[in-house]
T-cell receptor
Framework: EAQVTQNPRYLITVTGKKLTVTCSQNMNHEYMSWYRQDPGLGLRQIYYSMNVEVTDKGDVPEGYKVSRKEKRNFPLILESPSPNQTSLYFCASSSRQGGVATEAFFGQGTRLTVV | DAKTTQPPSMDCAEGRAANLPCNHSTISGNEYVYWYRQIHSQGPQYIIH???NNETNEMASLIITEDRKSSTLILPHATLRDTAVYYCIVGQAGTALIFGKGTTLSVSS
């Protein structure tokens, strides 16, 4: 079954304690991205990756890091979380082969609370 | 910023067709129209996409005007489970999806 898996689904942490949210896809997709969703602000892209070892900033990258060492994994790293990073996070993946539009698959989300 | 304009909310009776409009007057020639929906706080779910021609799949139909400046997503027989926020997105293949506020569709019995 095609899927994007995020872990953990829920996380409560304290300010400044480094954390990593994992994202894995089983579809051999080249393109992966992270979004955060906040009330009234909708879904905003944090970082994206067009392929292994290729990452770039989205609209709201401050306070986040990512890496793409393998095609299937795209972890989101918060080196020093702050309360304003309390949000619902989604990972997504899609294919970029041939420049043809395809559907993006989203994970189930990670609800992060930073206290 | 999102390149699309959608009504903030719509209502539909169960079993009737739901027609969700979207304006994208600045769409360029190589940009697709995508539709996604989000139920509660789940991950967005792909519905359909198109470039110029009308498209249909098992979930919905997409009608794109000839000038491509607007489109309509049609859910032919809405059910209570179709209650969700529907996003119309315009973009090139293989690039970021820029989400707007979407349309909250409420289906009632």
């Amino acid at each position: 079954e095609a899927q994007v898996t995020q872990n953990p689904r829920y996380l409560i942490t304290v300010t400044g304690k480094k954390l990593t949210v994992t994202c894995s896809q089983n579809m051999n997709h080249e393109y992966m991205s992270w979004y955060r969703q906040d009330p009234g602000l909708g879904l905003r892209q944090i970082y994206y990756s067009m392929n292994v070892e290729v990452t770039d900033k989205g609209d709201v990258p401050e306070g986040y890091k990512v890496s793409r060492k393998e095609k299937r994994n795209f972890p989101l790293i918060l080196e020093s979380p702050s309360p304003n990073q309390t949000s619902l996070y989604f990972c997504a993946s899609s294919s970029r082969q041939g420049g043809v539009a395809t559907e993006a698959f989203f994970g189930q989300g990670t609800r992060l609370t930073v206290v | 910023d999102a390149k699309t304009t959608q009504p903030p909310s719509m209502d539909c009776a169960e079993g009737r067709a739901a027609n969700l409009p979207c304006n994208h007057s600045t769409i360029s020639g190589n940009e697709y129209v995508y539709w996604y929906r989000q139920i509660h706080s789940q991950g967005p779910q792909y519905i359909i996409h198109g470039l110029k021609n009308n498209e249909t799949n098992e979930m919905a139909s997409l009608i794109i005007t000839e000038d491509r400046k607007s489109s309509t997503l049609i859910l032919p027989h809405a059910t209570l489970r179709d209650t969700a926020v529907y996003y119309c997105i315009v973009g090139q293949a293989g690039t970021a999806l820029i989400f707007g506020k979407g349309t909250t569709l409420s289906v009632s019995s």
